[in-house]
């Protein structure tokens, strides 16, 4: 029995000390690249970010409260501004506000690239609008911040690409590839009439991308445990999006004589089922490539567990599903968002009907995942109906490319200390609606996003530092140059 014993404890040191060997020795990914000279930022760039923001270009929920005035204000904003842009390049209007811009290239064999950006806002909500420290659209450049709705997401990188050019333009520069840039009007919206309108449009042409960069992840900054460096993340893939319908019709009847079961507790309960039985939790193919990457510049502890996610994987799965943002990562989520049933006190109402939200895992389906849902309610009295608008997961854009080479490289030259990780997006974006169209999207903004203003995206106080504007035309002004010359 002793001998049986010493054997096993003999054999666990021998695999820990095997995964320990493998974390300690598992190379860095991260590539060096001499530094590069970039010319001076003009100092208008961040006037004309404080002008961007103080345009209120608002997507409202409401169709009817869409205002054309202010998105035909950015149109002059933009011609005004960026004249050589505006006189320049070819530009084309997708359902009045949506702008295509291409720049021809001088006619190298090389796939063209595509620049994304969105001009939209989410709206402020009323009763919040004190609690800003400048005013949302106000713009206000105080000391060394740029203030205002729209600053994060997504204005800063729209500004940062219209100044790159402008600037390149002023130099004469030619790109010897075909650049695109598109700017949408209503990302955030689901972006139906402008990126859905360009990617058809550029479908129909035949255009074909050798990749494509929108916005995603961000260089996060005491935001990642265990890894101390800044880390920019490069979103490969972004998880697919579903809305299901879930409703009941059963009896009703007056309140005072209640039947047994009615519609509403059939679908509470119904949706309790559904929250007690989440998806399977894994580690997808963005995620494990997420560990790869940021293993070796992690601390030990951490370092240990990135670098032996295949064998530790169960280990890693726990500790993740204690964050919100770890759980979103390693399985579909669902969520109610809307619940409605009844008309009066004392009516027990015939109807009741509810929203799920669900966000796909890679590896997943819309159909596999509707089909989970069936199978957890398991009770044909909840009719499911999957609403307009879904997607699949994205493809997982290849990070042995030399497209994703392109855009590290840039991010390297330009924030020399800065690692960069591939990763999965949680959210979606514009750009799910050219994926035909490359085989390569990447999704970042070299902002910095810490525990300070990671809470400003889409909420209060929405900022970002000069530093962080000047550094992202310094980016796209490399990343053109890499790609292009
Ligand atoms: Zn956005």
């Given at each position: 029995?002793?001998?049986?014993?010493?054997?096993?404890?003999?054999?666990?040191?021998?695999?820990?000390?095997?995964?320990?060997?493998?974390?300690?020795?598992?190379?860095?990914?991260?590539?060096?690249?001499?530094?590069?000279?970039?010319?001076?930022?003009?100092?208008?760039?961040?006037?004309?970010?404080?002008?961007?923001?103080?345009?209120?270009t608002?997507s409202?929920?409401?169709?009817?409260?869409?205002?054309?005035?202010?998105f035909?204000?950015y149109a002059?904003?933009i011609?005004?501004?960026?004249?050589?842009v505006?006189?320049?390049l070819e530009k084309k209007t997708f359902n009045d506000f949506s702008y295509l811009y291409h720049w021809k290239?001088?006619?190298?064999?090389?796939d063209p690239i595509l620049l994304m950006s969105h001009y939209d806002?989410?709206?402020?909500?009323?009763?919040?609008?004190?609690?800003?420290?400048?005013?949302?659209?106000?713009?206000?450049?105080?000391?060394?911040?740029?203030?205002?709705?729209?600053?994060?997401?997504d204005?800063?990188a729209g500004?940062?690409i219209l100044?790159?050019f402008?600037?390149?333009?002023?130099?004469?520069?030619?790109?010897?590839?075909d650049i695109y840039v598109a700017l949408s009007h209503d990302e955030e919206k689901g972006g139906s009439r402008g990126a859905s309108s360009m990617a058809a449009y550029l479908q129909e042409r035949g255009v074909r991308f050798d990749y494509i960069l929108d916005e995603?992840?961000?260089?996060?900054?005491?935001?990642?445990?265990?890894?101390?460096?800044?880390?920019?993340?490069?979103?490969?893939?972004?998880?697919?999006?579903?809305?299901?319908?879930?409703?009941?019709?059963?009896?009703?009847?007056?309140?005072?004589?209640?039947?047994?079961?009615?519609?509403?507790?059939?679908?509470?309960?119904?949706?309790?089922?559904?929250?007690?039985?989440?998806?399977?939790?894994?580690?997808?193919?963005?995620?494990?490539?997420?560990?790869?990457?940021?293993?070796?510049?992690?601390?030990?502890?951490?370092?240990?567990?990135?670098?032996?996610?295949?064998?530790?994987?169960?280990?890693?799965?726990?500790?993740?599903?204690?964050?919100?943002?770890?759980?979103?990562?390693?399985?579909?989520?669902?969520?109610?968002?809307?619940?409605?049933?009844?008309?009066?006190?004392?009516?027990?109402?015939?109807?009741?009907?509810?929203?799920?939200?669900?966000?796909?895992?890679?590896?997943?389906?819309?159909?596999?995942?509707?089909?989970?849902?069936?199978?957890?309610?398991?009770?044909?009295?909840?009719?499911?109906?999957?609403?307009?608008g879904?997607s699949?997961?994205s493809?997982?854009?290849?990070?042995?490319?030399?497209?994703?080479?392109?855009?590290?490289?840039?991010?390297?030259?330009?924030?020399?200390?800065?690692?960069?990780?591939?990763?999965?997006?949680?959210?979606g974006t514009d750009s799910r609606y050219f994926a035909e169209l490359t085989?390569h999207i990447f999704r970042?903004?070299?902002?910095?996003?810490?525990?300070?203003?990671?809470?400003?995206?889409?909420?209060?106080?929405?900022?970002?530092?000069?530093?962080?504007?000047?550094?992202?035309?310094?980016?796209?002004?490399?990343?053109?140059?890499?790609?292009?010359?």
């Amino acid at each position: 029995m002793k001998r049986i014993f010493i054997g096993i404890t003999v054999l666990i040191t021998l695999f820990l000390m095997l995964l320990l060997f493998r974390s300690m020795t598992s190379p860095s990914r991260q590539k060096d690249y001499p530094a590069v000279s970039i010319p001076e930022i003009s100092p208008e760039a961040k006037r004309h970010l404080a002008e961007a923001i103080s345009i209120p270009t608002i997507s409202f929920g409401e169709e009817s409260r869409f205002d054309s005035t202010a998105f035909q204000r950015y149109a002059d904003f933009i011609s005004r501004n960026y004249p050589l842009v505006d006189s320049l390049l070819e530009k084309k209007t997708f359902n009045d506000f949506s702008y295509l811009y291409h720049w021809k290239g001088s006619g190298d064999e090389r796939d063209p690239i595509l620049l994304m950006s969105h001009y939209d806002v989410v709206p402020v909500e009323p009763a919040t609008i004190h609690n800003w420290r400048q005013p949302p659209y106000s713009g206000a450049i105080v000391a060394d911040t740029i203030w205002g709705r729209g600053a994060i997401d997504d204005k800063t990188a729209g500004i940062a690409i219209l100044e790159t050019f402008e600037q390149l333009l002023q130099e004469g520069y030619r790109p010897r590839r075909d650049i695109y840039v598109a700017l949408s009007h209503d990302e955030e919206k689901g972006g139906s009439r402008g990126a859905s309108s360009m990617a058809a449009y550029l479908q129909e042409r035949g255009v074909r991308f050798d990749y494509i960069l929108d916005e995603g992840g961000a260089i996060t900054e005491g935001i990642i445990p265990g890894v101390e460096k800044e880390v920019a993340l490069v979103g490969i893939a972004e998880k697919g999006y579903l809305n299901l319908e879930l409703s009941t019709s059963l009896s009703g009847g007056h309140s005072s004589i209640p039947l047994g079961t009615n519609s509403i507790d059939v679908l509470t309960a119904g949706l309790a089922r559904l929250r007690a039985n989440p998806f399977p939790a894994r580690i997808s193919e963005p995620l494990k490539l997420f560990f790869d990457y940021l293993g070796p510049e992690s601390t030990l502890a951490m370092k240990f567990a990135f670098t032996n996610a295949d064998v530790l994987e169960p280990l890693i799965l726990q500790g993740l599903s204690q964050i919100p943002q770890g759980k979103a990562n390693i399985r579909t989520t669902m969520v109610p968002t809307i619940f409605s049933s009844g008309i009066k006190e004392n009516v027990i109402p015939k109807v009741a009907s509810a929203n799920i939200n669900l966000r796909i895992i890679p590896g997943e389906t819309v159909e596999s995942a509707i089909a989970y849902v069936r199978k957890t309610l398991d009770d044909d009295r909840i009719r499911i109906q999957a609403q307009d608008g879904a997607s699949d997961p994205s493809k997982v854009s290849d990070v042995e490319s030399e497209a994703y080479e392109m855009v590290c490289r840039s991010v390297r030259e330009i924030f020399r200390e800065v690692v960069v990780a591939p990763h999965l997006l949680v959210g979606g974006t514009d750009s799910r609606y050219f994926a035909e169209l490359t085989d390569h999207i990447f999704r970042f903004r070299p902002l910095r996003v810490n525990p300070d203003n990671i809470q400003s995206f889409h909420g209060l106080n929405e900022r970002v530092t000069v530093a962080d504007l000047e550094n992202s035309i310094r980016f796209y002004y490399q990343l053109v140059r890499n790609s292009a010359s």
